[in-house]
């Protein structure tokens, strides 16, 4: 059996979790205090908009988006990267400009890495250490509150204008979003004052859908949404019939916001506590018995991206 017909997601579920000495359904490792990623992607795996500033940059928040989102302060940073010997200096540069300013946003420290050759386009792989804020979490169960930071739709567009040739107009917001993602440096604050309520935390790069799948595999409970929050032009899409819900679900990786699983009795106090630091979180569904993911009680088919199978 090839790569391609197993899929990264069933890769990991089947063959490297036979290898690691932690749940393959978590994005982070955590030893001590200690808060552990890497997280990376093929330089000819980013959109004609993108330049290797932007590159740099987004690599480093993908990392950083499950430290924060976990629950963890990034501290260090290291990276891999592999270049062609052809390309100009002033450009590879660049890629290092943008690794070192996205670790200054975030006050952590850049210190060094790996450099490789490649006859290709090349690829940067970025390695996260970070200190864990919360060292002790209430257990998650059903009934627990499920809430995320922001409304989706910005990357959806973006790909789906790329995969349309066009034919979806690009929104401004959706190329400044990929060009240089962010993640809210307030969600450390929030993690630091909500431990006692927080059971769970991740962020949603990989797509929702994908993301709730390794959650309740990590829980062993499932989810249902009562709402997918949408911006307006995506929202649209589904009004007007143009895409289904899941199809939209299908193109929103990238999406670098945060899902929290809360305590039901907490959920108010969670929600005051997030609206004091600035943040305006949604919530979305709870955690139930079974292992499904439903929306209003209607069962969702898991779609998203795939590194070895592409979009499924």
């Not at 062993?220 to 009562?226: A, D, E, K, Q, Y």
Request: include cysteine; aromatic fraction near 10%.
């Amino acid at each position: 059996m090839k790569l391609k017909e197993i899929g990264e997601h069933g890769f990991i579920k089947d063959v490297i979790s036979r290898y690691v000495s932690t749940d393959v359904n978590l994005d982070v490792y955590v030893h001590d205090g200690i808060v552990l990623k890497v997280d990376g992607f093929p330089i000819s795996n980013t959109l004609p908009f993108m330049d290797l500033y932007d590159i740099g940059w987004k690599a480093v928040v993908a990392t950083f988006s499950d430290l924060i989102s976990s629950g963890s302060v990034p501290k260090f940073i290291l990276s891999s990267v592999g270049l062609n010997p052809e390309l100009e200096v002033d450009e590879a540069q660049m890629l290092m400009k943008g690794i070192k300013d996205a670790a200054d946003y975030y006050e952590s420290s850049y210190v060094g890495g790996d450099t490789n050759s490649t006859n290709g386009s090349g690829w940067i792989d970025i390695v996260g250490c970070g200190e864990l804020i919360c060292h002790d979490r209430p257990k998650p169960e059903p009934g627990d509150i499920i809430f995320i930071t922001g409304k989706l739709g910005y990357t959806t567009n973006a790909f789906l204008w790329y995969t349309s040739k066009g034919k979806v107009p690009l929104l401004n917001e959706a190329k400044q979003k990929l060009m240089h993602p962010i993640v809210n440096r307030t969600l450390i604050k929030l993690h630091k004052k909500a431990c006692g309520v927080v059971a769970f935390s991740t962020d949603i790069s990989d797509g929702l859908l994908v993301t709730l799948k390794k959650m309740i595999n990590y829980l062993g409970n499932g989810v249902n949404l009562h709402q997918i929050p949408l911006i307006d032009f995506t929202q649209e899409l589904v009004d007007n019939g143009t895409y289904g819900i899941e199809d939209i679900l299908k193109f929103s990786g990238e999406e670098y916001e945060t899902i929290f699983v809360v305590k039901k009795p907490n959920s108010k106090m969670f929600e005051e506590i997030a609206k004091s630091d600035g943040l305006n979180v949604i919530r979305i569904g709870e955690v139930i018995e079974s292992k499904s993911i439903t929306l209003n009680s209607k069962m969702l088919e898991i779609h998203g991206w795939d590194n070895f199978k592409g979009w499924f």
